[in-house]
């Protein structure tokens, strides 16, 4: 317990080391170009693509429990009938 309490107390108040700031955006301007609005994009289509992978993972992985679903009923019947 006494670790956790040096940890906190020893932690920088500061956001972030701005020399380390500096660098991160001139290497994004360097990859992206001097427009910020490509980094917006690339982060936005980022953003936006996450829950659309999702969902489309969802519905195909219904789709596919539907069909098993439909498989596994015919096959009773098939067992069912004399």
């Known amino acids: 317990m ?3 309490a040096t940890f906190i107390l020893a932690h920088s108040g500061d956001a972030a080391d ?10 994004l301007d360097q990859i992206f170009g001097p427009g910020p609005w ?7 289509l980022a953003i936006f693509a996450i829950p659309v992978f999702v ?15 439909h498989i596994d009923q015919e ?3 098939y067992e069912k009938a004399p």
């Open 18 to 27: 701005p020399e380390l700031i500096h660098w991160i955006k001139e290497r």
């Open 55 to 69: 969902v489309v993972v969802y519905l195909l992985q219904a789709k596919r429990r539907s069909d098993f679903e």
């Open 75 to 77: 096959t009773q019947e």
């Open 38 to 44: 490509a980094v917006v994009a690339v982060m936005g």
């Open 2 to 4: 006494a670790a956790l």
